[in-house]
């Protein structure tokens, strides 16, 4: 077993709290949504934490998710489910970024994407809280990891995406274990049908940031960042947004780490990047909103930030604008332009929603946003592989001669 989980310990969380009101809730419960229907966040005893460990003894386990483990939720050892979520790498893209770039290579992770760290959290702390059903939402990535981590620990799993959701990732979900369903509909639609089949008891509904833990598997990306800038942040970090709850996270990560002393007050600025075609958050930044209404007829090749409505939409708005940064939207065009562009002069294959924050990058130097100096740092959430990729049809005949100048 992994060194960073051989003992059995106390957690460090004192309570959850609404997102909203403040409103305290018991820890070790189970908990969807608060009373006022907003997000739960799970709370800590920094000061504890800081009398127990230091930033150089956690600096001094194996680098994984798992090192975290006094910031994190899980409190018995049992209960963690693990396929090795390992610290993901941060990759340079001279070419096609610039200098300064660096891509956090999320695409490493167990199912191939980013939602590996939120729903080993949320699953792990299912099995803690006795969940034996779980029926979730997704436009893909979501659904995969839930139903890894789910059929890894016996729960049953009931999975609804649109019926557009990339062909690999549906494939994917029943193969790993759950039961899958397309529907005709965007995200928010499955979500509706989830919703009301927990409402008459059927199973606890999973949809992003309706159940308090994935946030805190998410905040691993924050705490990680950390600690490979060496205890400070980068000047920028470009977050490919949809239900935002990485982007929650980690700025939720960065007040934790404050609190504990072990980083300073400076902040990243946060840019939430959405496509042009489904771009909630990114109208409400620009209305000076606290809240997003709905994007009507979503459409974008980035699927997984195809998200009209987030109920997190007013944490996500408060981060990027307490940060300093902004909600920037990219069309399909200039994201197709980045995969290609990292892919063929970095050599660096990109998920469509990795393209739009490379996207939004280099519009962002172009306007001023940032500048060639800045320390960036851009999610790229997912494996290129799982994406459609452009024809290589060229063939050739080992039975005719070979014109060897062409090749
Ligand atoms: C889920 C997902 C996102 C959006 O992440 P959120 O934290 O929910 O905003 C972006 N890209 C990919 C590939 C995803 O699967």
Known sequence: MNQNLTTDRETFVTHLECSITGERYEADQLHGLSRAGRPLLVRYDLDAVRSTISRDTIAARPTDLWRWRELLPVRHT???VSLGEIETPLVPIPKSGGPNVLVKDEGRLPTGSFKARGLVMAVAMAKELGVTKIAMPTNGNAGAALAAYATRCGIETIVFCPDDTPEINVREIAMQGARVWRVNGL????????????????????????????????????????AQFGWKLPDAIFYPTGGGTGLIGMWKAFDELEKLGWIGSERPKMFAVQASGCAPIVRAFEAGE??????????????????PKAVGDFLILRAVRESGGQALAVGDPAILKAVDAAAKQDGL?????????????????STGLVDEDDKVVLFNCATGLKYPMPEAPQALDRTRPIDFDAL
């Open 290 to 307: 606290e809240h997003a209404e709905r994007w009507e007829d979503a459409s974008t090749v980035a699927a997984g930030i195809r998200v």
């Open 187 to 226: 995200i928010d639609d499955c979500g509706a049908i989830v919703g009301k089949g927990a409402a008459e008891g059927r199973w606890f509904d999973f949809s992003t940031l309706k159940e308090p833990y994935r946030i805190e598997g998410k905040k691993t990306m924050g705490l990680e960042l950390a």
């Open 78 to 80: 049992a209960n963690i």
């Open 349 to 365: 294959l990109l998920c469509p929603e990795g393209g739009a924050t490379l996207a939004a990058y280099t519009q962002a130097l």
